[in-house]
């Protein structure tokens, strides 16, 4: 290689071209091993499916109405175009807008106990990026993360880059087959035993996704008893459901417990409360130490939220008290809960009585299989029975669910004992769940009363 007088590369020996053009010294991607274990997912592969045979679509927990006429009237204001409203299309301050800041503050205040101020308030982009952020700011390597499975497949990810080691302790069915989501319990000898000096963080989710579940003040009691024996152990509180709770029950708030406030980050959203799942306005509430060093963290992810969004959500949550919004909300919930309940009973399955949140589980380690082979989107078969459950229902029956060995850790995933369920979201109008009611009783699935390992049948 010669250079002229031009200051432009000569290309003058043979051999030089030839290394230079070898293939071995082509440019090969190579991803961030921290993410090899991330493929798809059960939600590509499930709304993927859904979309492809036009289902009634009861898999993915976003509701498929629009938010409230008066939330959006707010939004309406808050965009229209006013030389004083400049600043509010502008980026906001990183720990959140002031307005959002403020009426979280009074409205946890109260929920907490605590003297809440905007050091103690930090919003994200939904409560996957809380979640995130608070994984990047708590988690070292090497550190231990216990994890409460079935879960939500979120939190693995957030463990996985933060690069902290996951300890699952499994929700057990108290009796053979549940009937309400309290048979859904915690093993505190198996907790105590998973605790040791790299335990970090406990991420800890009530009302629960998937199983309904909402956790009594004793066994948070339990809990709390167990977090107090290890000094770097902090609870991560994941509440998006927290205003969804049925039949009278109470949310009981595990950073209301003595002591516990100081070891705990509160995660909550707008998305489940108005319908607006799309916006993504989470927050994350703990102590100024807690807060500042999830914070750090945010403002270089984000860095902010959408500010004029976050102004309508701080005016929506100011006015929905008045509006009764709140009892609106669960009333409209608790219909769709006892409709789908009282359909998926009516056609055959052992359905699950939620106490919180708007999914219900439903047992189908009974059923038999009418067919031999399920479609599929994915290069890779995964072979289990509330997989291949969910994948006859969207295809045969046009409704679809989600697997519940989906949230389970791969090793747990694979036993057959945690394939008993399926996920069904009622978060969808009551056309939705009308079609949905219909489509099931005309294929009724009480017949296929035996799973088909106990009659020697093959599945796939």
Known sequence: VSTQSTGQTNLSNRSDCVMLLSPNNAFKFEEAQRIKPFGRTVWQEFSGLAAKFQTVNLGQGF?????????????????????EKALAHQYAISTGHLRLSKILAKKYSSLLSVDLNDQMILTTVGSSEALCAAMQGI???????????????????????????????????????PTLASDFVVDLDQLEKAMN?????????????????VFSKSELEDIARIVSKHPRCI????????????????HFRFATLPGMFERSVTISS?????????????????TPEVISAIARCHQFIPFSVCTPLQEVIAVALEQA?????????????????????????????????????????????????????FETLT?????????????????EIGVTAIPVSAFFGDEHGSHPENQQFIRFAFCKTDEALKVAQERLISKPVSYTHLRAHETGRNLV
């Open 235 to 250: 609870v991560i509180l994941d509440e998006v459901y927290e205003h969804l709770t049925y039949d009278g029950l109470q």
């Open 321 to 373: 008290e008045e509006k009764g919004h709140y009892r609106d909300f669960l009333s409209m919930y608790t219909k769709k809960r006892d409709f789908l309940f009282k359909a998926l009973k009516e056609c055959g399955l052992n359905p699950v009585l939620p106490q919180g949140s708007f999914f219900i589980l439903a047992d189908v380690s009974k059923l038999k299989l009418p067919v031999d082979k």
């Open 379 to 395: 290069n890779e078969y995964l072979d289990r029975f509330d997989w291949n459950v969910c994948r006859w229902l969207t295809t």
């Open 197 to 213: 000096e790299k335990t970090k963080v406990i991420i800890l989710n009530t009302p629960h996704n998937p199983t309904g579940k």
């Open 63 to 83: 509701p498929n109405w629009s938010p409230p006429e008066w939330v959006l009237d707010i939004a309406k204001d808050t965009f229209q175009y006013s030389p």
């Open 270 to 286: 707008s998305g489940k409360l108005f319908s607006s799942t799309g916006w993504k306005i989470g927050w994350a509430i703990g």
């Open 139 to 177: 988690v070292d390597p090497g550190d231990e993360v216990i994890v409460f499975e079935p879960a939500f497949d979120i939190y693995i990810g957030a463990i996985a880059m933060a690069g902290g080691t996951i300890r699952y302790i499994t929700l057990k069915a108290s009796k053979s087959q």
